[in-house]
């Protein structure tokens, strides 16, 4: 074989290789999936009966978050589309009223915290358009799912953080509204959750 055909046929091999490589060098680039840990998760609702409005916290809510990037700053990688995966998880036994006990356990019994310990949300894709993101997913109520759009606001500063609210009826989630005091009071269906946290890296 001709030297110069040899050459031609060592080049095509180096270049080939260096093709086959380069999906996993921008893998490299993007970096190993993250962890990240949430801090300062609030998640309260709020509500109207026909005496006046009411609120209820939940006192055990926890976040579990992973982003993929480059390590430019998370808010970068966030905006990149770098956040993966984002789950709300809130503790329905843990949801206490500004009523007290009485209304504590109206509500725990119309959510059937028994059967349906849980009230989650996984998150599937998002999108940011400046500080404002749309969150697409599925919103988990007295055990049934449903497809949900939810928005918040970021703040970029030490992290990133965000708040925002959903409106809900919770005859939608199969939720009968509370009724008290033998049917004189009675609560709305229409309820708002509103959310806040921070991720952290």
Known sequence: MKPHKIISGLAALALGSCLALLPAVARAGEG??????????????????TLHGWEVSAGAATITATVVGGRGGLFKEISGGGLKGLDLKVAVDSLKSTEGGGMDKNMHKALESDKFPTISFSMKNYELKGLNVTAYGKLNIHGQAQAVTLTALLDAKDGVSAK??????????????????????????????????????
């Open 164 to 201: 925002g609210s959903y409106p809900l009826l919770m005859s939608g989630f199969g939720v009968k509204p509370p009724v008290m005091m033998f049917g004189t009071v009675r609560v709305a269906d229409r309820v708002t959750i509103l959310y806040s946290f921070k991720l952290n890296d």
């Open 32 to 49: 190993a999936p993250r962890t990240l840990s949430a801090s300062q998760v609030q998640v309260k609702i709020e509500g109207q009966s």
